[in-house]
Structure formats: C-alpha cells, structure tokens
C-alpha cells in the first residue's frame, strides 16, 4: 500500500534532479557566460582594476613576499643567491 | 501522483530554459568581413547627425574607439593625417565612440583633436552590428556600400601599410 503523503510526491524525477544539478553548478561555477564585448571593457581598462595600481602598496607587497617566503628573486628576475633579503 | 509528475515535468522545462538561457548560446554573431553589405551608420555627432549611407564616389571608413583603448589613441594622429590626404578623393573618416560616458569622450576629444568626423554610439548598438572582435576595429566601405576590409587594432607599424592600402583602394574606385 502507498503511503498518501510522501516526500517522493513532490520530488521531481531522476533526470530532471540531474538537469538542476548540473544547472546549479554552472551557476556556481562564477564564469561569466555572456562575457564583456570588446567595446564594452572600459570599466575593465581603468588603472584601479590592475593588480599594481598602487606602486607603494605592490612595493610593500613585493618586500614582505621575499622576505617571509625567502624567494629571493621569486617575485621578478633570479636573485644573487646571498640570502642578503 | 499525477501531480507530482506535471510537477516533474515543470521542472523538467524549466531546468532546460535556465540551462538554455545560462549556459548555451552565447552571443551568435556574424562578423561584418570583407565582401559582406556594411551595416549602415546613422548616429549623433559633434553637432549634426553621422549617416555613412552609400554613395557613389564616397568611401567611408568606419572606425570604432574608446577614450579607454591606447591604441585608439595612437590611431588618432593617423587619421587625421588620413583625413587630409584622402578626403579630396572622397573618403570620409567616421569615427564611432563607444564610451558609455559622453563626458570621457569629449575629454579624450580634446587632448587628441579629430579633425574628422566623430560620432557616438554610448549604448553600443553599431558595434554589436558589425560585431567588431577587437578595439580598435576599422572597416573600409566602398562606394556600393561594402565592406573592402577589415582591420583590427592599431600599432604605428600598421600606419604606413594602411595608408597604402587606402591609396590603393581610392585608386582602384
């Protein structure tokens, strides 16, 4: 005998599940799907949106990433191999 | 039961459009290329309306810039020197802005004075009918009204190459 009420009832069908699912986790994947047209980047082209906008702060940044990490000449060209950081 | 299935099936549809409407189809655009009917301009200028419809002895070549694309910016000194040269043999240099800001374009006007014809475009609506791939695009419209070629970007080894090919083409008529 089937039970009247049941969570089945309301749960759409195996391939349908899937199609969400897979809809979901194309949505979450974080990709633009219809991306900028060319003419459309100027937001993208203004110097506040480049990793080195700030010269003193990419400069801080750089000092700290060689010194804690010890790459010497990891941020850029091979160092002298001192271990004068 | 049946309505957990009509309910599946809802479901089943909807998942498919958003799939469709998300995922599947990007922007399907046919790139004007050369031989193909140009797009005809029709836009606000400086202070008259830019219309590039075909007529006979004119060619028009289209131009697309922004005040944020550096190469634009090196192609401006170009064109004006196209300008001169060319537009006794019937060429008109129309320049489309796609700045979304009339103000960033009117600011890039006046450190790189055009003195051909500018027109703008904010909402973009030209570009996509051209379905321009890179900034700078230019596209040389013969006087029947098609494309004779297509060029994208802009470096200064490009200016020697495309005065020729312009010369040429106004030559050929």
């Known amino acids: 005998m089937k039970p009247i009420l049941s969570v089945n009832n309301y749960l759409p069908n195996r391939p349908v599940l899937y199609g969400l699912a897979a809809g979901l986790m194309l949505l979450l994947s974080g990709c633009a799907f219809n991306p900028p047209a060319p003419w459309e980047r100027g937001d993208l082209a203004k110097s506040s949106m480049r990793f080195d906008n700030d010269k003193l702060d990419s400069l801080a940044q750089k000092h700290t990433y060689f010194s804690k990490e010890a790459a010497s000449g990891g941020s850029g060209v091979g160092g002298g191999g001192c271990g004068c950081n | ?173």
Request: charge should be positive; hydrophobic fraction near 45%.
């Open chain 2, 1 to 173: 039961m049946n309505r957990a299935r009509a309910m599946g099936q809802h479901l089943r549809t909807l998942s498919i459009a958003a799939l469709a409407a998300f995922a599947g189809f990007p922007l399907v655009s046919h790139a004007v290329e050369s031989g193909a009917v140009a797009p005809t301009v029709s836009l606000p200028g400086i202070s008259a309306t830019v219309s590039t419809s075909a007529q006979p002895g004119r060619w028009v070549y289209v131009d697309f810039w922004a005040s944020w694309c550096a190469p634009c910016k090196r192609s401006f000194p170009w064109m004006n020197a196209m300008h001169a040269k060319y537009q006794s043999r019937g060429l008109l240099i129309v320049a489309v802005n796609v700045d979304a800001k009339r103000a960033d374009a009117d600011r890039f006007l006046k450190q790189n004075p055009a003195e051909f014809t500018i027109a703008f475009d904010p909402a973009g609506e030209t570009p996509k009918r051209f379905a321009v791939k890179a900034m700078p695009s230019a596209y040389l419209i013969d006087p029947s009204g098609r494309v004779r070629w297509v060029h994208r970007g802009f470096t200064d080894a490009d200016a020697a190459k495309l005065d020729a090919e312009l010369d040429a083409a106004l030559s050929r008529k």
